[in-house]
Structures are given as C-alpha cells and as structure tokens.
C-alpha cells in the first residue's frame, strides 16, 4: 500500500511500553502527531535517531505535536529501550506488521543479517485532522529522515 502526502492517514491502534493501546485517532483530536517508524532498537542509527528527537522533544511541543517511535520489536524490548534511552515518547509495538504494511514502512528482506519483516526507517507528519503532511521512507537503513523538514511540516500544520 503506497502513503502519499494529503491522503488521510490510515489509522491504528497499537500497545506502548505501558501495555496502553493508543490510537492515532485518539492522538490527533489532541496534536499534530510524528511517527517514526524504526527497524530495531538498540541498533546505532535507531538510537540516534530517536535520541535527536528526544533532545529536540521540547521543539516538537512548542510546535504542538506528539511523536511517536514504532518498531516491529516486542513492547518489553521496546520498554528496556526507551527506559535506557530516557525517551519522553512512546514507543509502540508493530509486532505483527501490520501498521509498517499499511505505511509501507516494511523489509519483506531487510538488508543485513537475513531478517525478514523488519520496519523500515520513516518518518510522517500527520495533522490534527488524521491528514498526512509529510512523508519519508528511506529505502537505507543507515540513513536518518530530515528532522529540519519534519519540523517545516509542522509549522505549516499550525496548531
């Protein structure tokens, strides 16, 4: 399934570290949402990544938005993850995929180690009306998304 920037986002509803279910549509009746989908934690660019986002968190909430990590891993590797990584968001367990295939955000054949179904690296902006304002998939695992252009996005949702 192809995701393009002005479609509406389709929407899910998957458990955090808590073991909460949160929706994207109970997200955005609050915020502008950022959703990151990552291939493993504990991995060197995951962490970076998620850790540029944590260090910027207070930029995303001045710009009215909640972010969010998703990643095929379990929620109790996910919680060991964010608690290491002293992360401010959730992060939120595809175990299953099937948010990654809706997002087309997923390795049938990811390009190290012979995995199968691991999340590729993405990034969307999604407005408070569930409408998608950006979209990023990286086809390199190595690569991060635009974190500038992520925040441009957001500017241009307003609050």
């Known amino acids: 399934m192809s995701v393009e920037v002005g479609q509406q986002a389709p929407d899910f509803t998957l458990y955090n570290t808590e073991q909460k279910e949160v929706s994207l549509k109970d997200l955005t009746s609050k915020s502008n949402v950022v959703v990151l989908f990552f291939p493993l934690a504990f991995t060197s660019v995951c962490t970076a990544e998620l850790c540029s986002a944590r260090d910027d968190i207070s930029k995303y909430q001045k710009l009215n938005a909640t972010v969010i990590g998703i990643s095929v891993d ?86």
Do not use: H, M, W
Not at 84 to 112: G, I, T, W
Not at 113 to 133: D, E, H, P, W, Y
């Open 74 to 159: 379990s929620l109790f590797t996910l919680g060991k993850f964010r608690e290491e990584q002293k992360l401010p968001f959730d992060l939120l367990s595809d175990f299953n995929k099937e948010v990654a295939r809706k997002y087309d955000s997923l390795y049938e054949d990811f390009p190290l180690f012979g995995l199968k179904g691991v999340t590729k690296r993405s990034a969307f902006v999604i407005n408070k009306q569930g409408q998608i304002k950006y979209a990023e998939i990286l086809s390199d695992a190595g690569k991060v998304p635009d974190f500038a252009k992520i925040k441009e996005a957001l500017e241009q949702c307003g609050n």
